[in-house]
């Protein structure tokens, strides 16, 4: 009976083992999976077709497909409803899958003008120049850093009557 007991003890060490490993395996995929985003303006192709210049207005625009993601400054009344999907993995970065913009104009009457769908293919890549932005005036040292401020915090400005 002895010899039976062992071999119960390694069978069973032998699937521990197997199942550790496959666990391991399996967490160690997982990670490598990608995650997916979506930001903004969550898109329905049959909402923003549905958007008729010279039929809609301010109001059944909003109705439709609700507040605008950005709202133009200037010029003509335009508001943009941005989409951006993105796909990451663990230590890579983040790569843009899709990207749309609708973009509805609006005359002075508050009617829509125009409705314009624009994608991925309209999209700046930015590439910044060095890890630090130039700024005007003279460099400061790190013990001006640390103690210029010493006697300027509650002290009358220039001007002001003492």
């Not at 997916?36 to 008729?52: A, F």
């Not at 210049?53 to 301010?58: E, I, K, L």
């Not at 909003?62 to 605008?68: F, K, M, Q, V, Y």
Request: glycine fraction near 12%.
């Amino acid at each position: 009976m002895p010899d039976y007991e062992k071999v119960c003890r390694s069978m069973d060490r032998a699937k521990a083992f197997k199942l550790g490993l496959v666990m391991a395996v399996g967490v160690g995929l997982a990670g490598c999976s990608s995650i997916r985003e979506q930001r903004g303006y969550r898109v329905d192709p049959v909402l923003q077709t549905s958007i008729q210049p010279g039929v809609d207005n301010q109001q059944s625009v909003a109705g439709t497909l609700g507040r605008p993601s950005y709202v133009s400054e200037y010029g003509d009344q335009t508001w943009y409803y941005i989409t951006s999907v993105t796909a990451r993995k663990p230590f890579v970065r983040p790569s843009i899958q899709s990207h749309s913009v609708l973009a509805v104009s609006f005359d002075e009457a508050g009617n829509v003008a125009a409705a314009d769908i624009t994608g991925i293919n309209n999209v700046a890549r930015i590439s910044p120049d060095g890890a630090e932005t130039p700024t005007l005036g003279r460099e400061r040292g790190f013990l001006e850093d640390l103690f210029g401020n010493i006697g300027q915090v509650g002290s009358a400005g220039m001007g002001a009557p003492q």
